[in-house]
C-alpha cells in the first residue's frame, strides 16, 4: 500500500444466482482501503474465492450494484455500503422476452416471465390508442412491421437489460389494427429496485420507439396518415 497508513474500511457484499454458488454463501464481508472503486471490489473476491476466478475470466464481466444503481468501474464507492453483485446478464441471468401482440396483450404474463425472488422492482409501460389526436377523431391504427420486428426488439432489450444490470426484460408491440383503448406497446423490466428500473424502462420504451421497424397508418375524422418519424403524411388525398 505504498508505505501510506491508509485507514481501511468495510464493503458488505451480496452475490446472486451462481456467483452465490460458487462462493457458497450470499454475503461477503471485506475490508479494504478506504474509498474503494468496482475493480478493487471484484478483485478482492476473485483472491478470495478462486472459483470465480476460474469461472470468469475477468471481474469487470460482473454488475455491481449501490444505493440501487450500478456503478461504473472508476467510481468510489462509500465505506460501510452494501453492493450487490450480479453474474454477466448475456451469461443466462438476463431473461428477456420479446414478442408481437397479435390480439390482446396478455399483462398477467410478464410478471411469470420476469420472476425472480432477488430483485425488488416490476416495472411496467403500456401503451394504447388514443381517441383523440391534435384534436381530430381517431377511428383506427393500423401497425406495419419489418419482418425482423422481434429480433429488433430482443436486441434493444438485451443491450438495456445489460446496461442497467437487470434481471429481466419485457416488450411486445402490435401488429394490425388497433381501435382507441386497445394496447399497442408493453414493456417491462426488472430490476434491483426502482432505482435503477425507471431510467431502464424509460431507455427500453424510447428506444423502440425509435428503433423499431414500425409504421402506424392513422385513421382520424380530418383523413389517413401514415407516421413517419415526426412527421404525418396524408394519404387520402
Same mark, same amino acid.
Given at each position: 500500500?505504498?508505505?501510506?497508513?491508509?485507514?481501511?474500511?468495510?464493503?458488505?457484499?451480496?452475490?446472486?444466482?451462481?456467483?452465490?454458488?460458487?462462493?457458497?454463501?450470499?454475503?461477503?464481508?471485506?475490508?479494504?482501503?478506504?474509498?474503494?472503486?468496482?475493480?478493487?471490489?471484484?478483485?478482492?473476491?476473485?483472491?478470495?474465492?478462486?472459483?470465480?476466478?476460474?469461472?470468469?475470466?475477468?471481474?469487470?464481466?460482473?454488475?455491481?450494484?449501490? =444505493?440501487?444503481?450500478?456503478?461504473?468501474?472508476?467510481?468510489?464507492?462509500?465505506?460501510?455500503?452494501?453492493?450487490?453483485?450480479?453474474?454477466?446478464?448475456?451469461? =443466462?441471468?438476463?431473461?428477456?422476452?420479446?414478442?408481437?401482440?397479435?390480439?390482446?396483450?396478455?399483462?398477467?404474463?410478464?410478471?411469470?416471465?420476469?420472476?425472480?425472488?432477488?430483485?425488488?422492482?416490476?416495472?411496467?409501460?403500456?401503451?394504447?390508442?388514443?381517441?383523440?389526436?391534435?384534436?381530430?377523431?381517431?377511428?383506427?391504427?393500423?401497425?406495419?412491421?419489418?419482418?425482423?420486428?422481434?429480433?429488433?426488439?430482443?436486441?434493444?432489450?438485451?443491450?438495456?437489460?445489460?446496461?442497467?444490470?437487470?434481471?429481466?426484460?419485457?416488450?411486445?408491440?402490435?401488429? =394490425?389494427?388497433?381501435?382507441? =383503448?386497445?394496447?399497442?406497446?408493453?414493456?417491462?423490466?426488472?430490476?434491483?429496485?426502482?432505482?435503477?428500473?425507471?431510467?431502464?424502462?424509460?431507455?427500453?420504451?424510447?428506444?423502440?420507439?425509435?428503433?423499431?421497424?414500425?409504421?402506424?397508418?392513422?385513421?382520424?375524422?380530418?383523413?389517413?396518415?401514415?407516421?413517419?418519424?415526426?412527421?404525418?403524411?396524408?394519404?387520402?388525398?
Amino acid at each position: 500500500m505504498s508505505g501510506k497508513n491508509m485507514s481501511m474500511c468495510r464493503i458488505s457484499v451480496k452475490l446472486y444466482a451462481v456467483l452465490r454458488d460458487l462462493v457458497g454463501t450470499s454475503n461477503v464481508d471485506l475490508v479494504l482501503d478506504s474509498d474503494p472503486k468496482k475493480s478493487l471490489i471484484l478483485q478482492s473476491l476473485w483472491e478470495k474465492f478462486p472459483k470465480l476466478a476460474e469461472t470468469y475470466g475477468s471481474p469487470n464481466e460482473l454488475v455491481i450494484i449501490t =444505493g440501487g444503481k450500478p456503478i461504473s468501474k472508476d467510481e468510489s464507492i462509500p465505506c460501510g455500503s452494501e453492493v450487490h453483485i450480479l453474474p454477466p446478464a448475456a451469461g =443466462g441471468d438476463l431473461r428477456v422476452h420479446a414478442t408481437l401482440i397479435q390480439d390482446e396483450a396478455d399483462l398477467n404474463q410478464i410478471a411469470r416471465v420476469l420472476e425472480n425472488e432477488d430483485m425488488g422492482a416490476l416495472l411496467l409501460f403500456v401503451g394504447t390508442v388514443k381517441s383523440v389526436v391534435d384534436g381530430h377523431r381517431v377511428s383506427l391504427l393500423h401497425y406495419e412491421a419489418h419482418e425482423n420486428l422481434v429480433d429488433v426488439l430482443r436486441k434493444i432489450a438485451i443491450e438495456v437489460g445489460e446496461k442497467h444490470g437487470l434481471a429481466g426484460v419485457y416488450v411486445a408491440h402490435a401488429v =394490425g389494427d388497433r381501435r382507441p =383503448g386497445d394496447i399497442t406497446f408493453v414493456a417491462a423490466v426488472k430490476s434491483y429496485s426502482r432505482l435503477n428500473g425507471f431510467p431502464a424502462l424509460r431507455e427500453l420504451v424510447e428506444r423502440v420507439k425509435r428503433e423499431a421497424p414500425i409504421w402506424k397508418k392513422e385513421y382520424r375524422d380530418d383523413g389517413i396518415y401514415w407516421i413517419t418519424g415526426a412527421k404525418r403524411v396524408r394519404v387520402d388525398v
